[in-house]
């Protein structure tokens, strides 16, 4: 990265540890955009130039998924069950890389806490449903039914391994999201094998 890159990168965990600051202290309701931006010692108009609503600076992930699915180079003539798979290569890598952010777990809190967050979390979920299934009918990688089937079967194997951890986590276990991750694709594989649909 380079310098312009590391400020941007530095603000937005600047704005990600503000906002967390707050909403485990004064709750959704009562954290304004405009505290977070004089936490974190920036100026409103800064603050939406990186997000668009307090929830969004509160989970981002799905943003970043979208950018690193989007992003991500598919081979031309590649099966569906191929750009599957290298979809959620790319949903790994992703969760990987939040994993090693030391923010997961206050978020995973304040999702099972904030109800409001969890609307957040599936209105983002459904823009990136939209997005990447739209992306991928426009590559003609995939056809259109096909596309919202991978995209939806991303969003919902990236959302169970974060419910899980969160329930493990409030049980007081401690799994490790990763292994949570890998758990549900496992998953996702022996559901959707050819078996389960009798043809």
């Known amino acids: 990265m380079g310098k312009r890159d590391d400020?941007?990168?530095?603000?937005?965990?600047?704005i990600q540890q503000a906002t967390l600051d707050l909403l485990e202290t004064a709750g959704v309701e009562s954290t304004t955009v405009a505290s977070i931006a004089e936490r974190a010692g920036i100026s409103e108009r800064t603050f939406f130039r990186y997000y668009d609503s307090k929830e969004s600076a509160a989970v981002p992930g799905q943003g970043e998924l979208l950018d690193a699915?989007?992003?991500?180079?598919?081979?031309?003539?590649?099966?569906?069950?191929?750009?599957l798979r290298?979809?959620?290569?790319?949903?790994r890598q992703q969760f990987a890389y939040e994993v090693?952010?030391?923010?997961?777990k206050r978020i995973s809190r304040l999702l099972l806490r904030e109800p409001r967050l969890l609307q957040a979390v599936s209105r983002q979920e459904m823009h990136l449903v939209d997005a990447v299934s739209s992306a991928l009918t426009e590559r003609a990688a995939l056809t259109?039914?096909?596309?919202?089937?991978?995209a939806e079967l991303?969003?919902?194997?990236?959302?169970?391994?974060?419910q899980c951890f969160a329930?493990?986590?409030?049980?007081?276990?401690t799994s490790h999201p990763a292994d949570l991750f890998e758990q549900a694709v496992q998953g996702l594989s022996v559901i959707t094998a050819p078996e389960a649909f009798g043809r």
Do not use: N, Y
Request: contains cysteine; neutral net charge; hydrophobic residues 45%.
């Open 167 to 173: 329930r493990e986590e409030s049980a007081g276990r």
């Open 144 to 150: 259109r039914m096909q596309a919202q089937l991978a």
């Open 154 to 162: 991303i969003a919902c194997t990236w959302r169970v391994a974060w």
């Open 7 to 14: 400020h941007k990168a530095a603000t937005r965990r600047q």
């Open 69 to 83: 699915l989007l992003s991500r180079e598919l081979v031309p003539e590649a099966s569906p069950a191929e750009i």
């Open 100 to 104: 090693e952010q030391v923010q997961f």
């Open 86 to 91: 290298e979809l959620i290569d790319a949903c």
